[in-house]
Each structure stands twice: as C-alpha cells, then as structure tokens.
C-alpha cells in the first residue's frame, strides 16, 4: 500500500504538518490539479465549489471538485498519484508539469481529505483518497484504488468515455471568503491559462465558462468584451540563451527565449487615473474593472510553456528602466520560455516564482528598454491631450476660456501701442492670430474677431507636442496668446487649481498655495535663463524669429525645472 509522504512513523506527523506548510496559495494550489489535467490532454475542465453557511453566518467552503475529460489514469496510477514524489511524467520538461509533488504539496496546504476517481477510455472507474484528519489514524496511508464510481451531482465534471475527478473537503486553510476567493481564481484561471483558452481548452467554474484575460491586450475573441480594439504589437525579440547544464545538448546549446511588448488600445487607457483633473476617473475605473484590468493590473507576465507561472514585477529589476509606474501599466509585456531554462528562471516545484536571474534580467533590459521608455511617453501624451481636451470641451462654442478676469485686468491698464506691430498691417495681424484658433474656434470666428480688437490681450487654450508653453500672434494694441496645455507647467497649475477647490484640509491648502508660488517663481526664473542663453552681440535680423526662438528656450527651461516641482 503507498504512502502519502515516504518518513520514518516517527516522524509522519511532524511531516505532513511541514508539508502543509508550502509556498501555496489557494489559485497556485488549485493551479496544480489544472495543470494534471491539461497534461491529460483535457479539452473540458470543470470546477465545482460548494460552499456552506456555520454559525454566525460565517461561509465556509464545503468542497471544490476538479472535473475534467483527459485520457483519466489506470488503477495503478491513480493509487500512486498522490504520493509525494510519484508521477508518471517526472522531470519531462515537454509539459506544464515536471516534478510530481504539486498534486500532492497542493492538497496538504488546503484540505484535510483529497478523494481522486478517474477513467480510462472504455474502462471503469477506479478511486482512492488520502485522509489527514485528526480522526484517521492510518492518515500516511493511500489505499489500493477500487472500482467506484464517483456521486451522480459530480461525475457530469468530467468526460464520459474517460477522464478523473479529484475532490478537496474540510478545508481547514480557507483564504478569505469563499465569494472572494470564487472571482479571484476566476480571473487568475483566465489569465494564467489564457494561451491554452485561445487554443480551444474550456475551462468552467460553476458552470460558467472561463474567458481569458490578455495581459498584453491582443487576443479580445475569447475575453468577456470580444468586440474591444486589441492592443498594438510594439516589439517581438528573442533572446537566445543558454539552456539548463543537464538539458545541454553540447556546451554552447542555445535555446530562445521571447519577448513581446505591447500598448494597450488607447479605449483602455484614456484618462491619467483617479486624479482630480480627471472627471470621467469614476466611469473609466468602472470600465476597466469590468475587464478585470483595474488599479492592481499592472506587471510583466512570464510564461513557461505557454502557462503562466508569474506576474508582478521581479524585484529588484536592474538595467535603469522605472517597470512599475503609472504609465506602465499600459505597456504589456509578455516573457515565454521553454522549461529547459527553468534554473535561469528559477522556477519552483510548485511552480510560483520564476523570477529571471540577475543576468537575464539585465539581457532583458537591454531588449526592452528602448520600446518601453516610448510606449510609456506615447501614454502621456495620450493622457495630456485627452486632460486638454477636457479644458477646451468646457468652452463648447462661443469665446468663453475661463481667462476672463486676467484679460479684464489687462484691458484697463493704460494702453501703448505694440512697438513690435506698429507698421505691420492690421488685417495681415488678424488673419495670423485667428490662425491659431482651433476648428471649432474657426466656426465663431467673427465672434473671436470681434474679442480681439475689443481688448489688447486674449488667452486661448489648446494643446500640442513640443517645448513651448505658449504660442503668440501680435496685434496693433497687443496680442493672442495660445496655452499649451500639454506642458508641464499648465498641467502642474491645473492640477493645483483642482485639487484646491476640492480640498478641506487646511494644510493641503497651504502646501498647494505654496506650490502656486514655486509655480510663479519658476516661471519668471526661466524666462531670466531664457533671456542669459541669448549671445548679447547677436544682431536681430528677424523680430519675430528671435522673439519665438526665446520663447522655445523658456519653454524647455520651465519644463526641466518643473521636474523637481513634485520632489
């Protein structure tokens, strides 16, 4: 008759109880069993749970049941199946699975009784258990599989001509509530074997097929929203990398390792997060937690033979690139190797870890850095075009910009003519600064005409990729200047000016007001360092030229300056 754990009597107890101990939770723990019957070539693999309600209203977990469709196992198997150590497929690298312990470590950290029947094809069933309560007192003992056949509510888990059923009861290591634990397993489910779903494997709990979800944002047709965009491929490298020392053919056996990054469809992404200059924050979290991509979606996924065995962020990471940020989180990346480069990897028996090594890390660094660094700046500038947009949106039509009392102020100050204008022609200055209005500005232009000679100064707001912070068309008594609301500087005030008019907290105040000075030092600091760039025995050939060349520097100036704003 096998044994559960090969010990000495003397030691059983002390055995099993450090056997329960492992590095399993209840998803990698459930993930073993997954992964026995993908091994069986299932096609259909079904989860049960059942869950009770005790005293105090206090919901428990009564039994999960692993049902599936596979080749099923002879009696001589299933009665050594689990026993640690045993598996018919030790140390095959050609799987999910290798070293034999996972079904059995599994069981020990969740329950207290595994019960296992399976099937062969045209066979009949056959079932053994393992028992580690307090109440059996032959607990290391795994009896000789007998033909029995599983309880009719269970035996619809798995195929009809062959498969096996393993059932998990008195769960005495429950994680949490059971509701929670249910949605949780179901979306590590869809994700960690999202590369076997888009092959045509279902997977069911509860019976409600699994979907998968796409850390990389490609494959959409199997996901719960399969009309979203997919995602953009942004770079596809391989790293070639020697193999683990006994899987070596000769001394320089090389095998690939793959890389794919990725940017997430701009639909998934619109928005910088919860930030008060983001009032769709509340409807695009919504969106996103629908997708199951919410605020703790972020990570690079490591696969190993298509199953994932990890997802986060390696800590530490080396090679000077900032993984997990924000912006990141946007940008997929996706690892696959082969199992022949598990000690690279340095995946564990129960297959949770695999973290690359130092070395791999940095090799991988150096594939990436360069695509990374670029997706996470097309991210901000999506999010910086859609934040301006929203200030522009509130204008709608009309020539309302919420820069009314600084041009009222501006107005009846004592007027001088422009000296830059003063012989240029009226109109060819009125044509340049309805030039910079949008094309919704275009369609009130008699209207914006009409401000402009009705006061000397005139603020617009837009945005667009470059240094400077604001363009400017002069007039006779003035001139039209045009914010850029992508940079840094209008996007530091607006955030400021929001988190202000929301904020109670007196000392929240005080520490935004003194910003708002820093804000206006730095303004006029760098317009000083703009003006000492310019060579004093330059001769100004072109006003205008010069006049936007010191604007571009004043520009770049603030904008280096305002990365230490927040610091």
Known sequence: MPSLISANETFIEQSIKSERESDFDSNS?????????????????????????????????????????????????????????????????????????????AFLNQCLICEVYSKEKNKDWHYTFADISENNKKKNEIPKAIKKNPPKELEKLSGKDSGTLVVWKEHDKQDGKPSDLIEDFRVWCG????????????????????????????????????????????????????????????????????????????????????????????????????????????????????????????????????????????????????????????VKNIKTGAKP???????????????????????????????????????????????????????????????????????????????????????????WLAKFKSQPYTILNSEWKGPDFVQIAYTKEGAVLKYNLSHPYHKEIIAICSAMEKESDPEKLKNNAKKLRTMNDLLLLTYIRAETNKDPELEIGNTGDFLEDLRQDWGNYLRRHLRDVKD
Not at 69 to 95: A, H, K
Request: charged share 30%; proline share 3%.
């Open 357 to 447: 090594v130092v070395e791999l890390k940095r090799s991988i660094t150096d594939n990436i850095k360069g695509v990374f660094r670029s997706a996470c700046e097309k991210v901000e500038d999506q999010w910086n075009k859609y934040e301006a947009d929203l200030i522009i949106e509130k204008e709608k039509t009309g020539t309302v910009t919420g820069h009314e009392e600084a041009e009222r102020i501006a107005k009846g100050q004592t007027s001088t003519k422009n000296k830059i204008t003063e012989n240029e022609d009226d109109k060819e200055l009125h044509k340049n600064a309805l030039a910079l209005l949008d094309e919704k500005g275009k369609q009130v232009e008699a209207a």
């Open 191 to 346: 994700r960690t074997y999202r590369k076997f779903i888009f092959n045509g494997v279902k997977f069911y709990i509860d019976n409600n097929i699994v979907k998968s979800i796409d850390p990389t944002f490609l494959n959409t047709k199997t996901s719960y929203f399969p009309n979203d965009e997919e995602g953009t491929i942004l770079h596809k490298g391989k790293i070639s990398w020697l193999v683990d020392s006994e899987k070596r053919k000769d001394p320089d056996h090389k095998e690939d390792i793959e890389i794919t990054v990725t940017l997430a469809p701009t639909h998934l992404r619109e928005g910088r997060g919860s930030g008060a200059q983001n009032p769709n924050a509340e409807k695009f979290q919504k969106f996103q937690k629908e997708r199951k991509i919410d605020e703790d979606w972020n990570g690079i996924s490591i696969l190993r033979n298509d199953r994932e065995v990890f997802f986060g962020y390696p800590h530490p990471w080396t090679g000077g690139i900032n993984l997990n940020q924000p912006k990141g989180r946007w940008v997929g990346i996706e690892i696959r190797f082969n199992a022949v480069h598990d000690k690279s990897f340095v």
């Open 29 to 105: 723990a459930y993930g073993e069993i997954l992964d026995n019957s993908i091994q069986a070539e299932a096609r259909n693999i079904k989860i049960s749970f059942s869950t009770l309600i005790k005293k105090k209203n206090k919901e428990i977990l009564e039994y999960v049941a692993f049902g599936d469709d596979g080749l099923g196992m002879s009696p001589e198997i299933i009665e050594n199946c689990l026993t640690s150590g045993f598996s018919s497929r030790y140390n095959n690298r050609d799987g999910i699975g290798r070293f034999g312990v996972g079904m059995t470590k």
